[in-house]
């Protein structure tokens, strides 16, 4: 037995003729007359009695709609009661600017789409700012690219949160086009006399840099210390220097092609892993409990369609 099955009945016996509920049903009225019939079989009992002038309950009939009206009453508080539970609340997210970029918007728009009555808090800053934020819980997640939490992660320790790799991007060394040519790839030990642009030492990607220069003995000559994305590339844009950025740095220019020439870094531990962090299970309300599955489908997605140029989609753990 459906529900259907019950509606039909329902307004065969309010309107008092099989062709009129067909009508208003927007049914033959055939089709409507097996469901009947089909409904009749299942219980084995006569609910109409059909006459030229239309139909009209039997006993058992009579019965049956009362019945019928009241779990159709109910199935109908069930939805409602279904719709008003929808997931509510808020979730604040920390995204270093380079991964705002790729993946601020789409973020937005898929927790639009599917979590519309969750508040989202976003906030960009650098990622050693980001960490600050989420030690002190005035972020539910971030996206981090600090090398020591990967090693401390690896090692089976952390500050109590749950990390876990996200993606993995290749970095490149990029110049304003008026520089002299570069070759598409470089390794860190051809930099040792490239005026460089970078982050301070307390954030993440200045980790990684340093991790992968000490490597090939190599010391970088650091020109100049900023920590903002967008005076960085500023300052490369009008020659300064370079920098070492993933090609999501160049994320927010349409013109980049014109305005920057890039070469990838060959060396394997010049690489930028992702991380993504939250406060634990138990700290994080079912809204960031979601949108943390939501922030690694979106990661997915980006990369599978080859929206997140040099980026390895690197995470399993809240598929």
């Not at 459906?2 to 927007?26: H, K, N, P, T, W």
């Not at 979590?115 to 030690?135: A, F, I, K």
């Amino acid at each position: 037995m459906e529900l259907r099955q019950l509606r039909y009945f329902v307004r065969v016996v309010e309107c008092g003729s099989m062709s009129r509920a067909a009508i208003d049903l927007d049914m033959v009225q055939s089709a409507l007359s097996q469901q009947i019939s089909r409904l009749e079989g299942e219980l084995s009992t006569r609910l109409l009695h059909r006459t030229p002038q239309g139909v009209a309950p039997t006993e058992a009939g009579v019965a049956f709609f009362r019945e019928a009206q009241l779990t159709l009453r109910h199935a109908e508080q069930a939805v409602r009661a279904a719709q008003q539970a929808r997931l509510s609340g808020s979730v604040t997210v920390g995204l270093a600017p380079t991964t705002s970029a790729m993946l601020g918007l789409p973020l937005m728009q898929a927790m639009r789409l599917r979590y519309p009555d969750v508040r989202l808090h976003m906030v960009e800053s650098m990622s050693g700012h980001l960490s600050t934020m989420l030690d002190a819980r005035q972020l539910d997640i971030a996206v981090l690219f600090d090398s020591r939490l990967h090693q401390a992660r690896q090692a089976g320790g952390g500050r109590g949160w749950e990390i876990v790799p996200l993606l993995e991007e290749e970095l490149f060394l990029i110049r304003r086009a008026a520089a002299p040519r570069m070759p598409a790839e470089l390794a860190i030990a051809d930099l040792a006399d490239e005026p460089l642009i970078l982050p301070t030492g307390p954030h993440g990607l200045r980790s990684t840099l340093d991790t992968a220069f000490a490597g090939a003995g190599v010391a970088p000559r650091v020109v100049l210390e900023v920590d903002s994305l967008a005076m960085l590339m500023t300052a490369v844009d009008a020659g300064l220097g370079s920098t070492l950025q993933p090609w999501a740095a160049l994320g927010r220019y349409p013109d980049a092609a014109q305005r920057f020439q890039c070469a990838r870094l060959t060396d394997a531990p010049a690489r930028r892993v992702n991380l993504l962090c939250s406060l634990s299970d138990a700290e994080l309300s079912p809204a960031a409990l979601a949108a943390r599955v939501v922030l690694e489908d979106c990661v997915r997605t980006l990369v599978a369609q080859g929206r997140w140029v040099g980026a390895v989609a690197i995470s399993h753990r809240f598929s």
